[in-house]
Protein backbone atom coordinates (compact mmCIF):
# COMPACT_ATOMS: atom_id res chain seq x y z
CA UNK A 1 0.00 0.00 0.00
CA UNK A 2 2.98 2.82 0.62
CA UNK A 3 4.63 1.81 -2.14
CA UNK A 4 1.61 2.62 -4.42
CA UNK A 5 0.97 5.88 -2.35
CA UNK A 6 4.71 6.32 -3.37
CA UNK A 7 4.56 5.53 -6.55
CA UNK A 8 1.37 7.99 -6.72
CA UNK A 9 3.26 10.73 -5.43
CA UNK A 10 6.36 10.23 -7.38
CA UNK A 11 4.70 10.47 -10.56
CA UNK A 12 1.94 13.46 -9.56
CA UNK A 13 5.65 15.23 -8.37
CA UNK A 14 7.02 14.32 -11.45
CA UNK A 15 4.13 15.39 -13.80
CA UNK A 16 4.00 19.35 -11.64
CA UNK A 17 8.06 19.45 -12.64
CA UNK A 18 7.23 18.49 -16.26
CA UNK A 19 4.48 21.34 -16.42
CA UNK A 20 6.27 24.11 -14.39
CA UNK A 21 10.05 24.06 -15.29
CA UNK A 22 9.46 25.16 -19.14
CA UNK A 23 7.69 28.49 -17.12
CA UNK A 24 10.32 29.01 -14.26
CA UNK A 25 13.03 28.48 -17.41
CA UNK A 26 11.54 31.70 -19.00
CA UNK A 27 10.90 33.42 -15.95
CA UNK A 28 14.42 33.31 -14.95
CA UNK A 29 15.51 34.26 -18.81
CA UNK A 30 12.80 37.01 -18.50
CA UNK A 31 14.33 38.34 -15.29
CA UNK A 32 18.22 38.17 -16.23
CA UNK A 33 16.67 39.85 -19.59
CA UNK A 34 14.70 42.64 -17.17
CA UNK A 35 18.03 43.57 -15.36
CA UNK A 36 19.72 44.18 -18.18
CA UNK A 37 17.44 46.30 -19.66
CA UNK A 38 17.11 48.58 -16.69
CA UNK A 39 20.98 49.00 -16.91
CA UNK A 40 20.63 50.26 -20.48
CA UNK A 41 17.89 52.81 -19.40
CA UNK A 42 20.20 54.05 -16.74
CA UNK A 43 23.31 54.33 -19.33
CA UNK A 44 20.88 56.04 -21.54
CA UNK A 45 19.53 58.23 -18.56
CA UNK A 46 23.16 59.14 -18.10
CA UNK A 47 24.21 59.76 -21.77
CA UNK A 48 20.68 62.11 -22.18
CA UNK A 49 21.97 64.00 -18.87
CA UNK A 50 25.25 64.36 -20.54
CA UNK A 51 23.85 65.77 -23.84
CA UNK A 52 21.46 68.09 -22.18
CA UNK A 53 24.32 69.78 -20.33
CA UNK A 54 25.98 69.97 -23.58
CA UNK A 55 22.93 71.51 -25.18
CA UNK A 56 22.81 74.18 -22.15
CA UNK A 57 26.60 75.09 -22.96
CA UNK A 58 25.94 75.99 -26.39
CA UNK A 59 23.05 77.84 -25.88
CA UNK A 60 24.14 79.84 -23.15
CA UNK A 61 27.80 79.98 -22.95
CA UNK A 62 29.52 81.59 -25.87
CA UNK A 63 33.08 80.62 -24.89
CA UNK A 64 32.12 76.61 -25.07
CA UNK A 65 30.51 76.86 -28.27
CA UNK A 66 34.01 78.91 -29.38
CA UNK A 67 35.72 75.99 -28.43
CA UNK A 68 33.33 73.41 -30.32
CA UNK A 69 33.24 75.62 -33.17
CA UNK A 70 37.02 75.68 -33.68
CA UNK A 71 38.16 72.14 -32.46
CA UNK A 72 34.87 70.03 -34.06
CA UNK A 73 34.66 71.97 -36.95
CA UNK A 74 37.43 73.86 -37.59
CA UNK A 75 36.14 77.57 -37.77
CA UNK A 76 38.88 80.10 -37.45
CA UNK A 77 39.06 83.92 -36.51
CA UNK A 78 39.85 86.68 -39.28
CA UNK A 79 43.45 86.45 -40.06
CA UNK A 80 44.51 82.72 -38.51
CA UNK A 81 46.24 80.76 -39.61
CA UNK A 82 45.73 76.75 -39.02
CA UNK A 83 48.54 74.28 -38.99
CA UNK A 84 47.28 70.22 -38.77
CA UNK A 85 50.31 68.39 -37.29
CA UNK A 86 50.21 64.86 -38.29
CA UNK A 87 52.73 61.84 -37.26
CA UNK A 88 54.41 60.11 -39.97
Known amino acids: MKLKKATWLFA?????????????????????????????IAELQQKNTELLKTKELLENDPFYLEKVAREKMGVTKKGEVVYKITEE
Open 12 to 40: FAFIVFIIFLPSYAKLQDLKQKNIELEDR
